[in-house]
């Protein structure tokens, strides 16, 4: 069995010398234990979908709008009855604690401080309870702004155990993750021969659920067997707003919502499960179509510029996730690096609504964006 060493606490690099979310990369990947940033950076096979989601947005221009007499610009947006300073969350990635010491816990801090929402994963090193008091020692005047992962579990007693988990950890939203039938095949990760984790580190809020001896920790089950009728099951289980992470075809997404889903989140995993699977950005105008405005259409996938955000909003998306970059943040500088990472967005978005004449997101709108030739980096 091999598993990637545990990391060290990092030499925090001064915010100023770090300028954008590719740069937290490189850093991350010095830090790193090789094979934790493999299974970080890579995906499924070729990876021929973790460069399509980055090029989906190269191919892409914004066409921007002059004079509109606005200099006033507000970021704010709020999803599913949850405030975020930012059209900006973090998307679910599992094993925080492989790339800091801190963990989730520096996650959770970092984005109640900017005012984010996180998407605690099932895979969390730490438990959604501990997370969610992280998050509210942060910033006590607030309720904590997380959503938490959830891969619908065959056995539905342990889909609603984790399920009260997330509850009462004070979550506002459930993402299932519906992509993963089967794990994605990392062809970097069996070179490495990465099939454990490191002593010490669990996916807690897999400990002790039920009937279980004290101490166990569950394995997540993949099953193929799962159908609309499993999702019927959670829906009826829970109150919480449910956003379906993972439907790539349009005639999934006008099935889910016809399954009551409050919401759809874009996704293709980052490439991390069906190699060759479109860019998240090339899907939207279909799934947007099919959908016809019913629920809200959350994207993310190779997410790394302010425009990349605006342009996935002028298109039609209500908010975009983030997932490798914070946790490069997340091994550079622990919390520092996270809020870091989630403040340059934030920079880059102002400064891009400011350039194409926006004050808001609401103002963009889909002529914003046209094909263009991509420029090669
Ligand atoms: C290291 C890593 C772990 C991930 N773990 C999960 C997970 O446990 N559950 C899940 O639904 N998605 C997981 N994802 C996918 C992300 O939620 C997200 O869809 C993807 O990272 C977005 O692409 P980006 O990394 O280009 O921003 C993971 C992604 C990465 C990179
Ligand atoms: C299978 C999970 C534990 C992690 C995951 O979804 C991922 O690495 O992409």
């Given at each position: 069995m091999t598993a990637p060493a545990l990391p060290r606490l990092p030499e925090a690099p001064a915010a100023h010398t770090v300028l954008n979310l590719r740069e937290y990369e490189t850093i991350a990947r010095g830090l790193l234990d090789p094979i934790f940033y493999d299974y970080v950076a890579g995906g499924a096979r070729d990876e021929v979908t973790v460069r399509a989601n980055e090029h989906g947005f190269a191919r892409l221009g914004l066409l921007p709008r002059m004079l509109r007499g606005s200099d006033t610009r507000d970021l704010g947006v709020t999803l599913f009855g949850t405030p975020s300073s930012l059209p900006v969350f973090l998307s679910p990635t599992a094993f925080h604690r492989l790339a800091h010491p801190d963990g989730e816990l520096a996650t959770a801090r970092a984005a109640a401080k900017a005012g984010v929402i996180m998407t605690v994963g099932m895979a969390s090193t730490t438990s959604v309870a501990d997370v969610a008091a992280a998050a509210r020692q942060a910033v006590p005047d607030r309720a904590p702004a997380l959503w938490f992962q959830l891969y619908l579990q065959p056995d539905m007693a342990v889909t609603r155990a984790l399920v009260r988990r997330a509850e009462a950890a004070g979550c506002t939203a459930l993402l299932v993750t519906v992509d993963s039938p089967v794990l994605g095949i990392h062809e970097r990760n069996k070179r490495n021969g990465f099939n454990d984790l490191p002593?010490?580190?669990?996916?807690?809020?897999?400990?002790?659920?039920?009937?279980?001896?004290?101490g166990h920790i569950r394995q997540i089950a993949m099953s193929a067997d799962l159908g609309w009728d499993h999702l019927d099951r959670l829906r009826e289980m829970t109150s919480l707003p449910v956003v379906l992470k993972g439907v790539l075809h349009p005639e999934d997404g006008r099935i889910a919502v016809a399954h009551g889903v409050?919401?759809?989140?874009?996704?293709?995993?980052g490439g991390r499960q069906l190699d060759t699977a479109p860019a998240t950005v090339d899907l939207l105008p279909d799934m947007l179509a099919a959908v016809a405005g019913r629920v809200p259409v959350l994207l993310d996938g190779g997410v790394r510029r302010g425009t990349d955000v605006v342009k996935a909003l002028a298109l039609g998306a209500t908010a975009v996730g983030i997932g490798r970059p914070v946790v490069y943040g997340l091994a550079a500088g622990g919390e520092d690096g996270v809020r870091h990472v989630v403040d340059l967005l934030r920079e880059e978005i102002d400064h891009t609504l400011a350039l194409c004449g926006a004050t808001a997101p609401r103002d963009l709108t889909p002529d914003l964006v046209r094909t263009v030739p991509a420029v090669p980096r």
């Open positions: 002593p010490g580190v669990v996916c807690e809020n897999l400990r002790d659920l039920t009937g279980s001896e004290p409050d919401g759809l989140l874009l996704s293709n995993h």
